[in-house]
Nanobody
């Protein structure tokens, strides 16, 4: 059974940094797009960043220049390096994977087939 497991969340002061990790088990995602989304209570899940199978990234405007998505296919892991964090970045962060090899990445949550359980990121002011 495919599992995506996120880690690295926590409490940080505004201006600080965190690194989130998402490790997949049961299969390789080296040929698949991977993404990060985030969600706060009462709101829809929001796209943060994706990375395609070639390693090309794309970011939401709200995080561009502050967040970096990367992948290590040997470790079957995707990362989200977050710096200059703001209180509005507070959310549960989810990792997602597309099941279609070489598929075009997307910022729409309904195009992803596998999801992690989420990791809480809290940024204090």
């Amino acid at each position: 059974q495919v599992q995506l497991v996120e880690s690295g969340g926590g409490l940080v002061q505004a201006g600080g940094s965190l690194r989130l990790s998402c490790t997949a088990s049961a299969r390789s995602f080296s040929r698949n797009s991977m993404s990060w989304f985030r969600q706060v209570p009462g709101k829809e899940r929001e796209f943060v960043a994706f990375i395609n199978w070639l390693g090309s990234p794309y970011y939401a405007d709200s995080v561009k220049g502050r967040f970096t998505i990367s992948r290590d296919d040997f470790k079957n892991t995707v990362y989200l390096d977050m710096k200059s964090l703001r209180p509005e970045d507070t959310a549960v962060y989810y990792c997602a994977a597309n099941s279609k090899p070489f598929g075009a990445p997307s910022s729409h949550a309904n195009t992803y087939d596998f999801w992690g359980q989420g990791t809480q990121v809290t940024v204090s002011s």
